[in-house]
């Protein structure tokens, strides 16, 4: 004998209320942030519907934007939700934050900080720490390659020049973008900000690698070291562009 469904499956539903049939039907805009939710989720719990477990999961995130900075180990604890949702769901925001990215490709050219900031404040934006990245360029301030420095609340100690330019002399580049984000939302470089750009660019003019720019990455927004003038030496001379505008 076939088990009964429990009254709280969606399978019991009307067609027209199912959020994957209302999908089809309607078009996702026509859905629910918990109705999306639910069909990545696809199924619920003994007792409640995946919109009921999807409702409960956004309402202890703080909504859509919450989920994204959300721990792995956080998600899992709310009934309902296993390693295998909690996977689905990272894989979900993680392709969302890769489709708003503007495209940065090997030989694309860099012509301002607001291209920078495009690229790279999707993937940022939701972060719980700091994360520092160098990018770098070519003569012709074209796009070589990219790489994480550092993970954590900036230090002198955390990110030492000598790590910073190794890769970049490896790779020749001749010249080098820093960005790092604020967790907090505010854009606004923090002393040791200057203090450490200060030292990245006296690093970079020693070793004829000049740092075209720093820029902090806020939520939505942004400031640039070489749009405000703040660079000092020879990173001044190649700077990429004034615009703050995102």
């Known amino acids: 004998m076939t088990p009964k469904r429990p009254a709280s499956s969606i399978t019991t539903w009307p067609e027209s209320e199912r959020p994957r049939e ?36 956004l309402s202890r995130s703080g909504g859509v934007s919450g989920l994204a900075t959300c721990g792995l180990e956080e998600l899992c604890a709310i009934p309902g939700m296993g390693p295998a949702k909690v996977a689905q769901l990272k894989a979900a925001i993680e392709l969302g934050r890769r489709s708003l990215a503007a495209p940065l490709s090997t030989g694309t050219r860099i012509s301002s900080s ?48 000598r790590e910073v330019f190794a890769f970049a002399v490896r790779e020749s580049a001749a010249g080098v973008i820093f960005l790092h984000n604020h967790p907090s939302g505010d854009p606004t470089p923090s002393l040791e900000d200057r203090q450490l750009t200060d030292r990245l660019v006296a690093a970079g003019h020693l070793l004829g690698i000049p740092v075209l720019d720093h820029i902090v990455i806020g939520d939505s927004r942004y400031i640039s070291f070489a749009d405000e003038g703040w660079l000092i030496g020879d990173g001044a001379a190649r700077q990429i562009g004034r615009s703050r505008m995102a």
């Open 114 to 161: 607001a291209e920078i900031y495009r690229h790279f404040h999707p993937m940022l934006r939701d972060q719980k720490h700091e994360i520092f990245k160098v990018i770098l360029l070519d003569a012709k301030n074209t796009f070589v390659k990219e790489a994480t420095v550092s993970k954590g609340s900036l230090t002198l100690s955390i990110v030492h020049p």
């Open 22 to 57: 209302r999908l089809l039907a309607r078009g996702a805009d026509a859905l629910s942030d918990a109705q999306l939710l639910a069909i990545l989720l696809r199924t619920g719990r003994r007792d409640s519907s995946a919109v009921q477990v999807a409702i409960e999961l």
